[in-house]
């Protein structure tokens, strides 16, 4: 016989890649959303079982795209329970410090966003070239399973020149 919390199911829904395409001044700051599903049921049960989320961003430990010649961009990465609300920046490789909406099934739901938030300010000062950055986001429910999904961010940023003092 197997243990209650062995029995526990966990899944999550392919998120997809943000890709913003070729930046530019007058767009300003970059957001965008990715919604999905995350099924997360207690034991065998079937009943919805809430659940925590770690961002791990790829070769850094920061929430940084890479660019040409090591130059980077940050961004923000922030986690959304469509169900219960609550919204949360997310820190890389720390756990949401709340638990969030899971249920039993998938079927037309989406009870998860993810949103990207890259400053213009960032941006206009970056050298131009295509930046991107791949992370890992790790979802555990209250029983102790675990899954992961990875997406990306890519960005480009074109080069610029700027012309003042001119009579």
């Known amino acids: 016989m197997l243990p209650y919390t062995a029995l526990a199911v966990i899944d999550i829904d392919a998120i997809d890649d943000f890709d913003f395409g070729t930046w530019s001044a007058s767009q300003g700051d970059v957001v965008g959303d990715s919604d999905f599903c995350v099924l997360s049921t207690r034991g065998n049960s079937g009943n919805p079982s809430d659940y925590a989320v770690t961002a791990s961003p790829v070769g850094t430990a920061s929430f940084l795209v890479s660019g040409p010649g090591g130059a980077t961009i940050p961004y923000t990465l ?15 490789f720390i756990r949401t410090t709340r638990d969030n909406t899971g249920v039993p099934d998938c079927t037309g739901v989406q009870n998860a966003r993810l949103t990207v938030s890259i400053n213009a300010v960032d941006l206009a000062s970056a050298q131009s070239g295509t930046y991107q950055q791949s992370v890992s986001l790790y979802v555990q429910n209250n029983n102790g399973s ?7 961010i890519v960005i480009n940023v074109p080069g610029q020149v700027r012309i003042s003092d001119l009579d």
């Open 78 to 92: 922030t986690f959304v329970d469509l169900l219960g609300g609550a919204s949360e920046q997310l820190t890389p």
């Open 146 to 152: 675990s899954i992961f999904e990875n997406f990306r």
